[in-house]
């Protein structure tokens, strides 16, 4: 049997990240030139990730900088996101920062006239390449803030498929005020809070509480901040403990369907949901439900008798 479980999404060739509806932007990313790709980073490497029972944590380690985005961060910051991104062990990405600011967004000293027009193309290029690839990226990603996120820091919150926030923390897109409008936050902002609540915070530059982002819909959970890593480590374990090519397979789908009419969208989930069938996977949940046991998960893409491409 051919492997169902990406024919709805018009995947092909071998390898999971080629098979996905992500392989254009994945092959964008990892096909770079030498110059491009792997342009020397002085110092320490602005963020840091380890990976622990298929939980990938990465941190934004640069709290005296108020964990800036910038081009340095934000490239460290993909070199985490994509490494070993085909990997069946990774299960889905917490994305968190040291220190009060969870990030302060673009690091204002790289926008310059000093720094001229190709450094600032350079600099929102990549800022929107990270996030295009978070929601693009076939295990689901988690922001987990304690703080202040502003700008593009409010962006990379909103880009993330699920955002656990503690009560003390606060959002803004006040570029504005200092004569540069959110526009790339607004890309981001405006796909994850109704447009007059978008356009507020846009216009005016003001903060909004985490409970007013709760209620708005830029987060899915607000808890104290001393309940904050372990509510967030509870719902990454739970995903973690789920067939990976099952969760990828829905997340992909998810996000395509939302730019379609209805009767596309419909159309694109059902062929999704016959897939998911496909999906050795899909068989062993039936199977243990049926049976009143719980599922092994095999988190193969194809099933064993499948010849391949």
């Given at each position: 049997?051919?492997?169902?479980g990406v024919?709805?999404?018009?995947a092909?060739?071998?390898?999971?990240l080629?098979r996905?509806?992500?392989?254009?932007?994945?092959?964008?990313?990892?096909?770079r030139?030498p110059?491009?790709?792997?342009?020397?980073?002085?110092?320490?490497?602005?963020?840091?990730?380890?990976?622990?029972?298929?939980i990938?944590?990465?941190?934004?380690?640069n709290?005296?900088?108020r964990?800036?985005?910038?081009l340095?961060?934000?490239?460290?910051?993909?070199?985490?996101?994509?490494h070993?991104?085909?990997?069946?062990?990774?299960k889905?990405?917490?994305?968190?920062?040291?220190g009060?600011v969870?990030?302060?967004?673009?690091d204002?000293?790289?926008?310059?006239?000093?720094?001229?027009?190709?450094?600032?193309?350079e600099?929102?290029?990549?800022?929107?390449?990270?996030?295009?690839?978070?929601?693009?990226?076939?295990?689901?990603?988690i922001?987990?803030?304690?703080?202040?996120?502003?700008?593009?820091?409010?962006?990379l919150?909103?880009?993330?498929?699920?955002?656990?926030?503690?009560?003390?923390?606060?959002?803004?897109?006040?570029?504005?005020?200092?004569?540069?409008?959110?526009?790339?936050?607004?890309?981001?902002?405006g796909?994850?809070?109704p447009?007059?609540?978008?356009?507020e915070?846009?216009?005016?530059?003001?903060?909004m509480?985490?409970?007013?982002?709760?209620?708005?819909?830029?987060l899915?959970?607000?808890?104290?901040?001393?309940?904050l890593?372990?509510?967030?480590m509870?719902?990454?374990?739970?995903?973690?403990?789920?067939?990976?090519?099952?969760?990828?397979?829905?997340?992909?789908a998810?996000?395509?369907?939302?730019?379609?009419?209805?009767?596309?969208?419909?159309?694109?989930?059902?062929?999704?949901?016959?897939d998911?069938?496909?999906?050795?996977?899909?068989?062993?949940?039936?199977?243990?439900?049926?049976?009143?046991?719980?599922?092994?998960?095999?988190?193969?893409?194809?099933?064993?008798e499948?010849?391949?491409?």
């Amino acid at each position: 049997m051919a492997a169902a479980g990406v024919r709805a999404l018009g995947a092909k060739g071998p390898g999971w990240l080629r098979r996905g509806p992500w392989a254009p932007l994945f092959a964008g990313f990892c096909n770079r030139g030498p110059a491009e790709a792997e342009r020397p980073e002085p110092g320490p490497r602005p963020t840091s990730s380890r990976q622990r029972d298929g939980i990938r944590s990465i941190v934004l380690s640069n709290p005296k900088k108020r964990n800036a985005l910038s081009l340095a961060m934000l490239k460290s910051l993909q070199k985490d996101i994509l490494h070993e991104a085909e990997s069946q062990d990774l299960k889905v990405i917490v994305i968190s920062a040291e220190g009060p600011v969870f990030s302060s967004g673009h690091d204002l000293k790289e926008l310059t006239d000093e720094q001229g027009p190709d450094y600032h193309a350079e600099v929102f290029r990549t800022c929107s390449e990270v996030m295009m690839m978070i929601q693009n990226h076939p295990v689901p990603v988690i922001a987990m803030v304690n703080g202040l996120a502003t700008a593009a820091g409010c962006q990379l919150v909103a880009s993330c498929d699920i955002a656990v926030a503690s009560d003390k923390s606060s959002f803004a897109t006040p570029g504005v005020n200092i004569g540069l409008f959110c526009s790339t936050p607004g890309v981001a902002l405006g796909r994850a809070v109704p447009r007059k609540v978008a356009l507020e915070m846009l216009f005016t530059g003001e903060a909004m509480s985490a409970q007013e982002a709760l209620l708005h819909g830029l987060l899915s959970r607000v808890v104290p901040e001393e309940q904050l890593e372990e509510e967030t480590m509870r719902i990454a374990r739970k995903v973690a403990s789920l067939s990976r090519p099952v969760v990828s397979l829905g997340k992909a789908a998810f996000y395509r369907q939302l730019a379609q009419d209805l009767r596309t969208a419909y159309h694109l989930a059902s062929q999704t949901m016959v897939d998911n069938l496909g999906l050795p996977d899909g068989q062993e949940g039936i199977k243990a439900f049926l049976q009143k046991r719980k599922p092994i998960w095999s988190h193969r893409v194809a099933s064993s008798e499948d010849p391949g491409p």
